[in-house]
């Protein structure tokens, strides 16, 4: 470190210290933990060694691309009472929920606006870049627009990964955006723990020329310019059941632009358009049929899938954006007839820059096939049609008949098979509790000191008070039900200690036996180590557990425990690291 560096150091810390707080988070004590454990001081512009070789951009988000995205209930919730827009230029605004807002701005050119950001979806910097690009420049193309210029958007945790990474994405979507003819002319970015990055789009379309949701006909044929599933097949991916193939397919079929579908939907006259995103294919659908007053009907056989979708859907590898994505969409609405619920979700998932869905006279629909095939998109298909109106909307789902779901579950080589490892499943629950009347917390206080259950008493106990005879380690009873447990008083002292003490000290203090011992400790450590996934401690804590006594299943469940509390990305963590130690040295 250079005088100058030191200096620096030394001047921020000083004005930290005497604030009590650092001064780049004011959520952190000065010296911060990373201070104490690397002598690094960040807010001195000081930063940890940049990890060498290729960087896995998934690795650096919970919810990968669209999936990431508030879920339209819950943004329609977050929406709700915001004024209405007094403005008579705009035609097209918030309130109408089509793809991109429109503003006339002269009486013949009407000018068409929109922004889309979102988390990769996949590992490559530069074809997240493209992704990120050819998905928001989809709103242009569904609305029959022109897209004209951008500006770029993008969160990077500049102090964890490389500026060149930062870099490749942007260099990723400036290129994809001169494929499509527009220049982005500036941008913004901010420093965020997650990666994200996407596009303002301005576009341009004549007068009364532009596409818009509530104007699908009926006898419309209904055209999907893409297959289904890439979202679906990213959280695959995620999990590290996704080959190389697979999320190569995906990828291909997301940076392809919807410019040509989005030019030739105008040439044949459709009626309505929409591209499939986020929100899903249904999502997307029935903001079409509500608004048009229509009953629209899908041959779920006659979707294009990606290769190994319906095998995912047989293993419920689903994301978490599916349930979010159902509870959007009105079930008056739909009609599935028999498709059973693991073919349904399918139709839930989030895409990201999925394809256009395109409504059009039947006289011009396979004209319209033609055309993109010649074109280069074998992709495109009819899926269904507009076959009566609804002043409410509806739509009918027919099909699936034929898909053994059960035969590729049984196929599937990549489903997760570590709960194949246990014997005896059961809910993870504490050593005091009661044979077939559990008791369940209905109420937590603020401070978390207390808590109500719905047997009247500690969530350990039996309602009928008899926690001797019922309960399933009677041993346990008197010290698990004698009185309500005050988590906060129960660890002050440990906190006190840290507080006074170097950290160092307060991790022994910590890891000595108490009122757990050292096996339970060590099985704790090693669910929350899987949970961060931090390599080296699940390597320590493993051992240290297999040292106290624990057996392999013991050792499972805990993995099983930290999996299920990190989601996916800790799943791919450790499924990676597996592999890596199993390999020949």
Not at 219 to 244: C, E
């Amino acid at each position: 470190m250079t005088p100058e560096q030191a200096a620096k150091r030394k001047r921020i810390m000083q004005r930290s210290i005497s604030l009590g707080h650092c001064v780049c988070d004011p959520q952190k004590p000065c010296p911060c933990p990373l201070f104490k454990e690397k002598n690094i001081c960040e807010c001195a512009g000081e930063r940890l060694p940049v990890s060498e070789g290729p960087v896995r951009l998934t690795e650096h988000v919970r919810a990968a691309g669209c999936a990431s995205k508030i879920g339209r209930k819950e943004l329609a919730e977050a929406l709700a009472g915001l004024p209405d827009i007094d403005d008579p230029r705009v035609v097209v605004g918030r309130s109408a929920g089509d793809d991109a807002g429109i503003i006339m701005l002269t009486e013949d050119t009407a000018t068409v606006l929109t922004v889309d950001v979102f988390a990769p979806s996949v590992d490559d910097p530069y074809t997240f870049g493209q992704i990120a690009a050819a998905n928001s420049l989809s709103d242009i193309y569904a609305m029959g627009a022109k897209a004209e210029s951008a500006l770029s958007i993008v969160g990077f945790p500049i102090h964890t990964l490389a500026p060149e990474v930062m870099r490749k994405i942007l260099r990723g979507g400036i290129d994809k955006m001169a494929e499509a003819g527009v220049s982005v002319i500036g941008g913004h970015s901010i420093n965020d723990e997650e990666i994200k990055c996407g596009f303002a789009v301005l576009g341009t379309a004549g007068a009364g020329k532009f596409m818009q949701h509530a104007g699908a006909e009926v006898g419309d044929v209904i055209i999907l310019t893409k297959p289904l599933g890439n979202g679906i097949t990213a959280f695959a991916a995620q999990m590290g059941w996704a080959s190389r193939h697979e999320q190569d397919e995906i990828a291909a079929a997301m940076i392809h632009l919807n410019k040509t579908e989005g030019e030739l939907m105008q040439k044949y006259g459709a009626t309505a358009a929409t591209d499939i995103t986020g929100f899903s294919l249904l999502g997307h659908l029935a903001n079409i049929v509500s608004k048009s007053g229509i009953e629209a009907t899908l041959d779920f056989d006659e979707l294009p899938l990606f290769s190994q979708v319906l095998s995912y859907a047989a293993c419920d590898a689903f994301p978490g954006a599916v349930e979010r994505n159902r509870e959007s969409v009105d079930a008056a609405l739909l009609d599935f007839g028999g498709l059973p619920e693991r073919l349904q979700n399918i139709l839930f998932g989030p895409e990201t820059s999925g394809g256009l869905l395109v409504f059009l006279p039947e006289d011009k629909a396979e004209s319209y096939i033609h055309d993109l095939r010649r074109s280069g998109n074998a992709w495109v298909k009819k899926i269904g049609s507009v076959t009566g109106s609804n002043e409410a909307g509806l739509i009918k789902i027919s099909g699936g008949a034929g898909i053994d779901l059960d035969g590729l579950y049984a196929k599937a080589d990549f489903r997760n098979t570590a709960a194949d490892e246990i014997d005896d499943v059961q809910e993870l629950s504490s050593e005091c509790c009661c044979n077939g009347n559990n008791g369940s917390i209905d109420k937590i206080s603020e401070n978390g000191a207390a808590y109500e259950t719905s047997t009247g008493g500690n969530s350990c106990c039996c309602s009928d008070g008899g926690a001797e005879k019922n309960n399933k380690n009677p041993q346990n009873a008197s010290a698990c039900c004698s009185g309500a447990i005050d988590p906060v008083k129960s660890v002050s002292g440990l906190v006190k200690a840290a507080a006074a003490s170097e950290f160092g000290a307060y991790m022994a203090a910590v890891n000595n036996p108490g009122a757990l011992d050292i096996k339970n400790k060590k099985l704790i450590a090693l669910a929350l180590s899987v949970s961060h996934k931090c390599e080296e401690c699940v390597i320590i804590n493993t051992e240290a557990a297999q040292k106290a006594g624990a057996s392999a299943l013991e050792i499972s469940e805990a993995v099983a425990l930290g999996i299920s509390f990190g989601g996916a990305s800790a799943n791919m963590f450790y499924q990676t690291l597996l592999k890596r130690r199993n390999q020949p040295q």
